[in-house]
């Protein structure tokens, strides 16, 4: 096969996926890189007003406390999803019965709609009726019932719910990585006189490093970006305490609520939409600087 | 040299495929409404309403049966429905007759028909004094007519009003708090509390603010001040205070704050609120939805001191719509000039599906066969108001909008007159830019008094 044919053959492969990417991932950037700059409402004329947006944002107290709630909501997402999956993984990586269906059932989170999960969590954190109150009130836990959903809990609410569904992922991908590790690396172990913390630290750990690496960067990145079950459980409310910064872009271009803003913002939500972008790549990119480190596998 | 070509030809089809995809103009004409083989005409209706679904079905088949050459399709797409209705028009799909949610946004994408060409001399006259500019006119032209609408009234449950001693509904604000607070002491027991509130929403608040302040004092409605064209959100000041007062006194169900209105009404139906605003929808609810056994009954909000100086705003103006797309208008518009025929509308109310605006309705639409609905009916002191140009002005608000400032105070506290003066700055402010881009056409009415508003939709 010639090169002239061999490049013709790479291009036929390339151009469906390369079309599409063009179509519906460069080119919706390259509109809102444009209609940040403009005063739009997805109707009429657009105006072109130049930084205005971007004041305005400076401005929006909404926004900035749906950064903020992102940050909180992300870390206490992670700061238990990654330990936790780990754990589950390096249990249900050993030859434990059952341990199919263990993995099966810690999996099915990640496979329910995000919506359907938020409407069955409704159902138990609700302050009414909810199942959580009635067993914390049964067993004399407290007094009164929680309102899980209002202003104090409604964020930490959230992380348990997207605890909950993250779990069952993170686990399934720390069990591909701890099955990747040589067995002869652990038996060596035990002959030198390793007990597992020890083998845990020394080889599991540094072992897992890129695998580790990636799997922090896809939660960090998803957290940030995660709005779904949040839409349906409070709609960022009450006033505000769960809004985080998708959800706050979404609402701009596909208002949800009646109540609130009505009217699409295409040319603040695309502003909204760049600074958030660049929120969560600024973070993954500190990220991989500071973890470089677990890229190093002895 | 044959095989690139087939190449380069099946590339372009596939570059052209997804850029039509994409399109959101060009010359393809409407795909929905279509002539099918045997000459009958087919027309897309949309709706997002499921509560009148079934009573609507049976009407397009009358109307089929009546008209043989007709075949109506109706959907109704309850969730998303603005944006299918986006997404419809950018892709060429549009329906032929529509239900209406932002007419003004509407105008100005170009979705709609004027009626005005459409309208006979007697459907004018039926409908003089419901069109109203930025409602259902724009730039003078009819866009759309108003059906029903929505009546607010404070419900309350009759047994708990009696087991806490109570003989009337609250009339004034401090009742209302101290009603709130006896059924509580009474009900707590038993897991009722006096009020309850859809607070997830931004619209939980307005939803008491109101009804109840446009009845008592009648110049304000969603914060716009008619007289002085100015947004004045200090109106609502009394209303805040009381439910703030509600929640400090435990009166309020717990879990307000998130409560959303479908949920609020499963607690009502099973005996656990006492008191609620909502609308006229609300008999077809608990008849359909959520089938209670508890008393209910409802009246008019109550106000700050028991004076009505206004009428309580009844929400109203649109219904159907004509798209400007369609390709059977003169179809389309025969159906929606049936659709909005007193036949149509007296029918429509008879069977509990609403209660109408429409003054020739109202006088000869007998009592609909659905309980509660007799304290929802048109009173002296319901009115539709001018409109106002809230919806427009919102979206160019920057920060914390209405909704969330007085949810805030009612379940945190906080300075609520330094939030107030904070919030009209910024809504007025968002008002200068949205009244130049143009977006509203509302001004200042000197004139404006809204006493002359009372008797408006019935005399008595």
């Not at chain 1, 890189?33 to 004041?55: P, R, S």
């Not at chain 1, 238990?80 to 434990?96: D, E, G, K, M, W």
Request: hydrophobic fraction near 45%; proline fraction near 4%; charge should be negative.
């Amino acid at each position: 096969m010639n090169e002239a044919k061999r490049q013709v053959n790479a291009w036929v492969f390339i151009a469906p996926s390369l079309i599409l990417t063009l179509v519906f991932g460069v080119y919706p950037i390259v509109w809102a890189l444009k209609y940040m700059f403009y005063d739009y409402q997805g109707y009429g004329e657009a105006v072109f007003i130049g930084l205005d947006n971007f004041g305005r944002m400076m401005r929006d107290q909404a926004f900035w406390e749906s950064v903020v709630n992102t940050f909180i909501y992300a870390a206490g997402k992670l700061i238990v999803t990654i330990p936790l999956s780990f754990l589950l993984a390096v249990i249900l990586n050993r030859a434990l019965k059952g341990r199919h269906i263990l993995r099966a059932i810690y999996f099915m989170p990640t496979i329910i709609s995000a919506s359907v999960m938020a409407i069955v969590f409704y159902v138990i954190f609700n302050s009414y009726n909810g199942m959580v109150n009635q067993l914390l009130l049964k067993f004399g836990i407290v007094n009164a019932p929680i309102d899980w959903l209002g202003a104090n809990y409604a964020l930490i609410t959230a992380i348990i719910i997207a605890i909950w569904g993250a779990i069952g992922n993170y686990m399934l991908l720390f069990i591909a990585g701890l099955q990747n590790i040589p067995e002869d690396l652990y038996e060596a172990a035990s002959i030198d006189g390793a007990g597992p913390m020890r083998k845990m630290w020394s080889i599991t750990i540094p072992m897992l490093g890129p695998v580790l690496q990636m799997i922090i960067m896809l939660a960090i990145t998803v957290s940030l970006k995660g709005y779904e079950s949040i839409m349906v459980l409070t709609e960022g409310g009450p006033y505000g305490k769960t809004e985080v910064m998708y959800l706050y872009l979404y609402k701009l271009f596909f208002p949800v609520s009646t109540g609130s803003t009505s009217i699409q913002q295409f040319g603040y939500g695309s502003a909204v939409g760049f600074v958030t972008a660049l929120i969560v790549g600024m973070v993954t990119l500190i990220y991989f600087y500071i973890s470089k480190k677990l890229n190093d596998v002895y | 040299m044959k095989k690139n070509k087939w190449l380069h030809t099946s590339m372009a089809l596939i570059l052209a495929a997804a850029l039509t995809a994409c399109s959101s103009s060009g010359a393809v004409e409407n795909e929905t409404s279509a002539e099918s083989t045997d000459g009958t005409t087919k027309l897309v209706y949309w709706t997002m309403d499921r509560h009148d679904a079934g009573y609507i079905e049976d009407k397009i088949k009358e109307y089929e049966s009546l008209n043989p050459g007709i075949d109506i399709e109706m959907k109704v797409m309850a969730e998303n429905y603005a944006q299918s209705v986006d997404i419809a028009f950018s892709s060429k799909q549009a329906p032929d007759i529509l239900k209406v949610t932002s007419l003004p946004t509407w105008v100005k994408k170009g979705y709609v028909e004027p009626f005005d060409d459409h309208m006979s001399d007697e459907m004018k006259e039926r409908f003089k004094d419901l069109i109203i500019e930025e409602k259902n006119m724009i730039d003078g032209k009819v866009y759309s007519l108003p059906n029903t609408g929505q009546f607010w009234r404070l419900i309350y449950n009759v047994d708990l009003f009696e087991k806490a001693g109570i003989q009337e509904p609250p009339a004034t604000l401090d009742e209302m708090v101290a009603a709130a607070k006896k059924i509580t002491e009474v009900g707590k027991e038993s897991g009722a509390y006096g009020f309850a509130g859809n607070f997830k929403s931004p619209s939980g608040f307005e939803r008491v603010a109101y009804p109840t302040t446009t009845l008592g004092k009648g110049m304000v409605s969603e914060g716009y001040n008619f007289k002085t064209g100015q947004f004045d959100f200090t109106v609502y000041k009394d209303v805040a205070v009381a439910l703030r007062q509600i929640r400090e006194d435990g009166s309020m169900l717990p879990g307000s704050e998130s409560l959303d209105v479908d949920p609020l009404r499963a607690q009502f139906a099973q005996g656990k609120i006492g008191m609620y605003f909502n609308h006229s929808v609300e008999p077809s609810v608990f008849k359909s939805q959520f089938p209670t056994e508890v008393r209910w009954a409802a009246a008019m909000p109550p106000t700050v001191d028991g004076e009505r100086n206004g009428a309580a705003e009844v929400i109203s103006g649109t219904y159907l719509a004509l798209s400007k797309n369609s390709e059977h208008k003169e179809e389309a518009w025969k159906f929606i000039e049936w659709m909005y025929s007193d036949e149509v509308q007296v029918a429509y109310q008879e069977a509990g599906n609403g209660v109408s605006v429409i003054p020739s309705v109202a006088a000869k639409a007998g009592a609909p066969d659905i309980a509660g609905i007799e304290y929802f009916l048109p009173t002296n002191e319901d009115a539709i108001y001018p409109a106002n140009p809230t919806g427009v002005t919102e979206g160019r608000v920057e920060g914390v909008k209405k909704g969330d400032i007085f949810n805030k105070f009612i379940f945190s506290g906080g300075d609520l007159d330094k939030d107030l003066a904070d919030l009209n700055a910024r809504y007025n402010a968002a008002l200068e830019k949205a009244r130049a881009a143009g977006d509203t056409n509302v001004q200042p009415m000197p004139d404006f008094n809204p006493g002359d508003l009372k008797g408006t939709l019935v005399k008595e």
